[in-house]
């Protein structure tokens, strides 16, 4: 089974733009998660989509958004960029999740690594 | 307020010696708990997870975790290390009734040396 995959790889974009980062989560996971990974912060969820539908937030300004689409594929998008966006962007994918959480581990992509100038 | 903490940014070890990566949380109800390795340029690989009964738990490349209910710790264990173990390590919790989400902590850089 291909793993999760995510798109592009890299990203350099300016101040005051916006980037769209793409995931395709192995085949039958209809969970998809977003996570932020800096040196100062860690990693921080950002948010999940089921079926969707996003079940879950992190605690992000409204410039970050994602969407699911019927494929389980997910779209993150970042508006007005700041220099503080500059991270490594990382997408997960399980099964079926229940609202308790469940027990399925998440499968992680390489990740996007996005370099705000 | 929930979290994971790793008390050791950094765990030096010698090859072939045992090794123990901390974490101790702090979380409402019954949590799952997880552990990840991230090497250079690389996601998160799955190494295994606590979710209930035996409270030790094997997972991948003969790493075993331990889970203390009572000092709400689920710290990583090898008994014999190797050189290419060397990575960062990441301890996870995943709250209940909260989907997917998972709360992790700084992560801890284990280096093993020959």
């Known amino acids: 089974k291909a793993g999760v995959t995510q798109t592009p790889r890299y990203l350099i974009k300016t101040r005051g733009q916006q980037v769209t980062l793409s995931c395709s989560p192995i085949?039958?996971?209809?969970?998809v998660s977003w996570y932020q990974q800096t040196p100062g912060q860690g990693l921080q969820f950002l948010f999940e989509?089921?079926?969707?539908?996003?079940?879950n937030k992190g605690n992000f300004p409204g410039r970050f958004s994602g969407r699911q689409f019927s494929n389980s594929r997910s779209e993150m998008n970042v508006s007005t960029l700041e220099l503080g966006d500059s991270a490594l962007y990382l997408c997960a994918s399980s099964l079926v999740v229940g609202t308790s959480g469940g027990n399925n581990e998440q499968f992680f992509g390489p990740g996007t690594r996005l370099t705000v100038l | 307020a929930q979290s994971v903490a790793q008390p050791e940014d950094q765990v030096n070890v010698a090859e072939g010696n045992p090794l123990t990566v901390k974490c101790t949380y702090s979380?409402?109800?019954?949590?799952?708990l997880f552990w990840y390795v991230q090497y250079p340029n690389r996601g998160l690989q799955f190494l295994l997870k606590y979710i209930t009964g035996d409270n030790l738990v094997k997972g991948s490349y003969g790493f075993e975790a331990e889970f203390n209910k009572s000092q709400t710790s689920f710290h990583l264990k090898k008994p014999s290390a190797l050189v290419s173990d060397s990575a960062l390590y990441f301890c996870?919790?995943?709250?209940?009734?909260?989907?997917?989400?998972?709360?992790f902590g700084q992560g801890t850089e284990l280096s093993v040396k020959p």
């Open positions: 989509y089921f079926s969707e539908t996003q079940r």
């Open positions: 085949s039958g996971h209809r969970s």
């Open positions: 979380v409402s109800g019954n949590p799952y």
């Open positions: 996870a919790v995943r709250p209940y009734n909260q989907g997917g989400k998972l709360i």
